[in-house]
């Protein structure tokens, strides 16, 4: 069936440097998306999301990339610092209240 | 304000028992969803209630079902307790009358069946 899913189960990067986590989906009727940050032991937390109508999205130290044309979301993450180490998941959502289509996540591993 | 919670923290039960998990949405908000987790993987949709109504179910077998109550609470119920079933099962609520509805998770209830 359709799915969202990452290219990387895992990540590691240096303390200060930039993170990038990337997400495929395979449904072009996804019109919703929202990166979600789950630290050890907790429920998942909205990081930021993005609406297929735009490409780019900013927050803080965090922007989130949509290309339509491949159906891949990325999630950059500036000057990465320890408190970032967590599993990140992309979903995506095509129906209005519908649930989310959660992919595998990726573990961001910060180094010091 | 208050985010969602979810009851008990940690359930342990053995195989066949029944197992009921409790979340309390935010407040204001009308769809409540629930989630499993298993252990290294991502999150499988479960269940989605709005306004006391099952709206839709992902695919799960019948012994999973649940309920919502008139103050937008919900229940989990898992019949006839599988080992296959321990998982952190997770609770997420939204606003049910916005097309771009943001999910807000509970810290889940880690369900052990022995």
């Known amino acids: 069936g359709e799915s969202v899913g990452l290219h990387l189960p895992t990540l590691s990067v240096q303390e200060g440097d930039n993170s990038i986590i990337n997400c495929a989906y395979s449904n072009s009727a996804s019109d919703y998306f929202i990166w979600y940050k789950q630290e050890s032991g907790k429920g998942p937390q909205f990081i930021i999301d993005i609406r297929s109508n735009m490409d780019k999205r900013q927050g803080q130290r965090v922007t989130v990339l949509l290309n339509k044309t491949v159906k891949h979301l990325s999630l950059q993450i500036a000057a990465t610092q320890p408190g970032d180490s967590a599993v990140y998941f992309c979903?995506?959502?095509?129906?209005?209240?519908?649930?989310?289509?959660f992919g595998p996540g990726t573990r961001l591993s910060v180094l010091p | 304000e208050a985010g969602v919670t979810q009851s008990p923290t940690h359930l342990n039960k053995t195989r066949g028992q029944q197992a009921t998990l409790r979340c309390s949405p935010i407040?204001?908000?009308?769809?409540v969803y629930w989630y499993q987790q298993a252990l290294g993987l991502g999150l499988q949709f479960l269940l989605w209630?709005?306004?006391?109504?099952?709206?839709n179910r992902g695919n799960f077998p019948p012994r999973f079902s649940g309920r919502q109550f008139p103050n937008y609470s919900s229940e989990l119920n898992v019949n006839a307790l599988e080992l296959e079933d321990s998982a952190l099962y997770l609770c997420a609520s939204s606003l049910g009358d916005r097309r771009y509805n943001e999910q807000f998770f509970g810290p889940g209830t880690r369900l052990t069946v022995l």
């Open positions: 979903a995506e959502n095509r129906n209005y209240g519908q649930n989310f289509v």
């Open positions: 209630y709005d306004e006391g109504e099952e709206r």
């Open positions: 407040s204001g908000h009308t769809s």
